[in-house]
């Protein structure tokens, strides 16, 4: 967001907002000059739509805010003061070129991975799979407890009940927030719903007839559509590794497969498919 202080909003747009974000306050006066270009710097290096820095400029010509310039102890214009929480936590003060802007923002700026991690926050509701595959590219290139809280997320909104457990598995005490709560409270549900009589009829079935291919067949089917992926891949590899032709074994996995997209497990079952029958 890109907003001019006033007195009227700036309780809310600075004081308040500054709680939740980081708020870069620009301070410039139409009587320097070199204010002109380093806004316009500014805000092509922020942005309007970041969700993470706000840019908040201050026309210190009005006589209503120059009390905060003075307070911040400023001594030359252009200036730059990141506010976190309410406080100054970084100033740069005079004419800049990019470079030290960039400096300058760098530690309050969203890097690729958090971009990524915003971009799959907001398609989440509306397309799950696609999220998914910003989320493993953000996971690529950083590795945080917030990312894979949102990958167990998205794992779990397409049915991916195995990897949703695994992904919660890595959360640690101090990251167990209420998103953590919410996505484990939803798994425990889809457990129940997944671990049905029917289910726990043919396990016992199988469990008596270990070589039934049909039985593994139509119980892979099952776990499948409970969200029991790997489960159910390796109950048909398994079939496959015996008969390479016996029922829709092989269709049901390419299926499944398909179905799965990029997701690490399908990958390592593609190549055990392929050794298979090449």
Same mark, same amino acid.
């Given at each position: ?7 009227? !909003? ?30 316009? =710097?500014?805000?092509? *290096?922020?942005?309007? @739509? !970041? ?19 003075? /307070? ?18 970084? &100033?740069?003060?005079?004419?800049? @070129?990019?470079?030290? +802007?960039?400096?300058? %923002? ?9 971009? =990524? ?9 509306? @397309? ?5 595959? %910003? ?13 894979? +809280? ?7 909104? *397409? !049915? ?12 640690? &005490?101090?990251? /167990?927030?209420?998103?953590? /709560?919410?996505?484990?409270?939803? +798994?425990? *549900? ?49 079939? =496959? ?13 390419? @299926? &499944? ?22």
């Amino acid at each position: 967001m890109i907003v001019d202080i006033t007195v009227e !909003n700036f309780q809310q747009s600075l004081i308040q907002a500054s709680m939740s974000k980081t708020v870069v306050i620009f301070f410039h006066a139409d009587q320097v000059p070199e204010c002109k270009p380093m806004s316009a =710097l500014a805000e092509q *290096l922020i942005g309007a @739509d !970041n969700g993470q820095v706000d840019l908040a400029r201050v026309d210190v010509a009005d006589p209503q805010l120059q009390s905060l310039a003075m /307070q911040l102890g400023l001594q030359a214009l252009p200036a730059l003061v990141a506010f976190k929480e309410g406080q100054p936590v970084d &100033m740069l003060e005079g004419p800049q @070129d990019e470079a030290a +802007l960039k400096t300058f %923002l760098k530690p309050y700026l969203p890097n690729e991975a958090e971009l =990524l991690l915003d971009q799959a926050k907001q398609m989440l509701g509306m @397309d799950p799979k696609a999220a998914y595959g %910003l989320l493993q590219q953000a996971r690529a290139l950083e590795d945080t407890p917030a990312i894979r +809280l949102t990958l167990a997320e998205t794992a779990l909104a *397409l !049915n991916k009940l195995e990897e949703t457990q695994q992904l919660l598995d890595t959360i640690g &005490m101090a990251d /167990q927030d209420s998103q953590y /709560q919410h996505v484990l409270a939803r +798994l425990e *549900l889809a457990k129940e719903a997944a671990d049905s009589p029917e289910l726990r009829e043919l396990e016992q079935k199988l469990a008596a007839s270990p070589d039934d291919l049909e039985l593994k067949e139509e119980l892979a089917v099952q776990y499948f559509q409970a969200g029991r992926q790997e489960e159910a891949l390796q109950l048909l590899t398994e079939i =496959l590794q015996k008969d390479l032709s016996f029922g829709e074994a092989r269709k049901h996995l390419l @299926d &499944m497969l398909t179905s799965m997209g990029a997701d690490p497990v399908a990958s390592r079952y593609r190549r055990k498919l392929y050794s298979m029958l090449y």
